[in-house]
């Protein structure tokens, strides 16, 4: 049962313009989301966060967008860059209890120049 | 300050044995959790040591075991090794119990190939 998808495996986009990844949640006990990045040959690095009190957060050029009730979170990346060329990762936990990070089976996005 | 540091970085073992795998945390970091990346299939939640216990464990058969040692150091063992447990394994540090809103701060895995 995957608790945390992440439907489209892979997205092309144009340098400079919005990339957009998706991520699905099943479990409304989940209270705290992320985002992570993946390169080749790497471990994920951090992107950024959001609680469930709040439907939005802000990192520079990162924005993530949480809706409860639809239990969908999504990343808006603007503008994208070639090297923001990696596989990413979402991924949810509640902080009663499911104390683990589920995480999603990733996006592959391919930034053109 | 020194990031979460996996050895060996790449393994490449035969049917039937057995292999052991190592993390270092994060200095100050308590908890470490495991986690398997096939193609695919996303990372794979193995399990999370705190404070030397076993917080909380995936959905992997009991040729997985792991421990944590009193300086936050983890080992996880694999017994038994099957094709399908070829993968990279990466290790996950954070200051408190994960789950708690805290990050994950991940190392560069471990690929273990099994023959």
């Known amino acids: 049962d995957q608790q945390v998808k992440q439907n489209s495996p892979s997205l092309s986009v144009q340098e400079g313009r919005i990339s957009i990844l998706n991520c699905d949640y099943t479990?409304?006990?989940?209270?705290?989301f992320l985002w992570y990045k993946k390169y080749p040959a790497e471990g994920p690095t951090f992107l950024i966060s959001?609680?469930?009190?709040?439907d939005k957060n802000e990192d520079g050029r990162f924005t993530v967008f949480l809706n409860k009730s639809a239990k969908h979170l999504s990343l808006h990346i603007v503008p994208s860059q070639p090297g923001d060329s990696a596989v990413y990762f979402c991924?949810?936990?509640?902080?009663?209890?499911?104390?683990?990070?589920?995480f999603g089976t990733g996006t592959r996005l391919k930034v053109l120049a | 300050k020194a990031g979460v540091t996996q050895t060996p970085r790449y393994l490449i073992k035969t049917r039937g044995q057995q292999v052991t795998l190592s993390c270092s945390p994060i200095?100050?970091?308590?908890?470490v959790s495991w986690y398997q990346q096939t193609p695919g299939q996303g990372l794979q939640f193995l399990f999370e040591?705190?404070?030397?216990?076993?917080?909380n464990k995936g959905n992997f058969p009991g040729r997985f075991s792991g421990r944590q040692f009193s300086n936050s150091r983890s080992e996880m063992n694999v017994s038994t090794l099957e094709l399908g447990d070829s993968a990279l394994y990466l290790c996950?540090?954070?200051?408190?119990?994960?789950?708690?809103?805290?990050?994950?701060?991940f190392g560069s895995g471990t690929q273990l190939s099994v023959l």
């Open positions: 996950a540090s954070s200051l408190a119990a994960s789950g708690s809103g805290e990050k994950l701060f």
């Open positions: 479990n409304s006990m989940f209270d705290y």
């Open positions: 959001i609680s469930s009190i709040k």
């Open positions: 991924a949810a936990s509640g902080t009663s209890g499911t104390y683990k990070y589920i």
């Open positions: 200095s100050g970091h308590r908890s």
């Open positions: 040591y705190f404070s030397e216990t076993q917080r």
